[in-house]
């Protein structure tokens, strides 16, 4: 299996701290890892096939901190599909003039409906088949850019069938807002004023975030496992899809 | 106006010397830098909207040989559109289950035909808006990907009438080959077997390819200016739409 990191600020903000425990975990996931940084409406995608651990890519996104406000990450086992280049999660596509990044953990064994619009996967793996025929449905329902509710309850609706075939964790984000929905493993944490120390799990590494953020600082972070040993993740339910704007998960009816 | 840098090969192949050369250029050149490699039907895209004289993606970039038979590099001047990371080129679409990736030298002020199809701008540049028609008119050609051959001819005709709203140098791929369109200005070189020292015109650097180049190798750079002082350049012609497929270029008929 593979494992998701998303972060959503309210401002900018660098991944370093849980980018360096979450590469960690490659150690068992080293069939490719990648990261999506929007920044406004454009995208940084970096893909590599090789390790998050020994990867010249990944080894610059944890010395650069690039800052952004949705960030996608993926370290992947291969399950489904070779490893190569074109399996490598974060999938991008266009729709309405927007930047759309998917990433996925799970398996869809039972899963693929005809693609009969133009979202056609470049790679063979179950996830981006998935992912094209999430933004077929997309087009299909919304004649331009929804708002962020109407997106998450079409998303909603779209996700139920498909966590019926197999498990369907994922991240979306088209830089407005961070979508993850949840089939069997996804937790968050939400960081905001007054900041403090965490501790990561998988690294001897703490970091004293009152020092890096300002007061209205708005950060929250999900992930396949919890990243840190002294904070409070809320796991998500089966079946749930939470989004995330501004730093903070939106209440949706 | 931008700089364009394009590479093909009958072997992966690192740009690395090419670049470096290349991105000295970037001094008046400063509004942001991107380059595209294809690996097989994958695709790394590392866009940044710095110069590439100071921007850490391309100091990796300069530092970590990534080897690939497509690769598309692009140094930016600011015409149209603000400076902003969605403005960088090169552009990538997916069609017909193949990234395309596309990089524009030159103006189009007077180019804006409707988007009627799935391909929309996500910045507000001319070159942006050029590729989606471009895409679009592809995919209401030919059903799925047609051969090297057919794309050439239907590229041919389609950017005939673009090319007479301003100056469209421009360079594309979609992993099996690289189409370069002369508007003003561009110039190729053909290196195969015997290999041997070439110069940059740009930093105090040579490199002797028979050294790091097997007999049967073959690489084919295409360049808005010549990047070496000692080697023979081919200036195309106004019009005229070239492409290159295991490191030659191949005659149209």
Known sequence: MCQLLGLNANTPTDVVFSFTGFATRAEEHRDGFGIAFFEGRGVRLFVDAQSARCSPVAEMVRRYPIRSDNILAHIRKATQGRVALENTHPFQRELWGRYWVFAHNGDLKDFAPPLHASFRPVGDTDSEHAFCWLMQELAKAHAAVPSVAELSATLRELALPIAGRGSFNFLLSNGQALWAHCSTRLAYIERAHPFRRARLADEDL????????????????????????????????????????????????
């Open 206 to 253: 703490s970091i004293d975030f009152s020092a890096v953020t300002a007061a209205t600082d708005r950060v929250a972070v999900v992930v396949t496992e919890p990243l840190t040993t002294d904070e409070t993740w809320t796991a998500l339910a089966p079946g749930e899809l939470a989004v995330f704007q501004d730093g903070h998960r939106l209440a949706l009816h």
